[in-house]
């Protein structure tokens, strides 16, 4: 579960718990966690006061935090200084079909950890499902912002039709559609001709278990910021399309060619 993994995370990499808030950063300021925030440092990881963590809100970079006062359901907090400041990664969003039960959230999950900036859920016409859990897809990803030392997490639009998507589409960032039907350019040959001179815009729209219909290929390939791509001979469920096409982005023009965070670890 997330506090197992936390923990086993920390004891790799002999860090301090990250909790992502929403309150501004600035040295010396005060921050008080939310009740479900408090039980989680005094009651799951056994925190008191003087013990230190890391927080994060997005926007302005990675503090350490000392624990001034620790209670059942309140926790106060003193920034100590900045560790991280803020950087932005690549500006990559993902649309993306729901699927059934835990398959979005681990969809959700490791899109966070590959650092998509944007997550847009659309319904198409052989979409399987028709609820999406903002709400829970939210926690999934400041989850694994916490525990991948992300300084921000992903936006979360609500769900919506995917002619609606399209309808308010910004036509300056290039959609690279999943092309299941083999249709589409191959997905190292396409992002090798982009320019990135300038940091390019571009999303991945990613279709359902069903595939797009006939009627909304035709749709997509209409427009002028849509591109397909393949994703090599196989025929890849729906998530693991996503991460691939996903990694394929931040491997040749992405953040992967960013040197990796130095990491501490105990037995060095």
Not at 142 to 158: C, F, H, K, N, V
């Amino acid at each position: 579960d997330h506090v197992a993994t936390l923990k086993q995370t920390m004891t790799q990499h002999n860090s301090k718990p990250r909790l992502y808030v929403r309150h501004d950063l600035t040295e010396s300021g005060v921050v008080t966690l939310s009740s479900d925030q408090s039980h989680y440092l005094g009651r799951v990881m056994r925190l008191v006061a003087g013990d230190e963590i890391n927080l994060f809100n997005g926007r302005h970079g990675e503090w350490s935090a000392k624990i001034e006062t620790m209670a059942k359901k309140s926790c106060t907090l003193l920034l100590t200084g900045q560790i991280r400041a803020q950087s932005k990664g690549t500006d990559l969003w993902l649309a993306f079909a729901p699927l059934k039960k835990s398959r979005t959230d681990f969809l959700v999950e490791k899109a966070t950890e590959l650092g998509v900036a944007r997550l847009l859920p659309v319904f198409t016409l052989h979409t399987d499902t028709g609820r999406v859990n903002t709400e829970r897809l939210a926690k999934v990803c400041t989850e694994a912002a916490e525990q991948t030392e992300r300084l921000g997490i992903p936006d979360i639009s609500e769900p919506q039709r995917l002619a609606d998507l399209l309808a308010t589409w910004p036509e300056n960032r290039l959609l690279l559609v999943a092309d299941e039907t083999g249709g589409g350019q191959p997905i190292a040959q396409v992002l090798g001709s982009l320019d990135t001179s300038a940091a390019p815009l571009l999303a991945l729209l990613i279709g359902p278990e069903g595939g797009f219909s006939s009627g909304e290929i035709e749709t997509l390939r209409k427009l002028p910021f849509s591109l397909f791509i393949g994703l090599g001979p196989r025929i890849l469920r729906a998530e693991t399309a996503a991460l691939a096409a996903m990694a394929c982005i931040q491997s040749i023009i992405g953040d992967w060619n960013s040197p990796p965070r130095p990491v501490t670890r105990k037995d060095q």
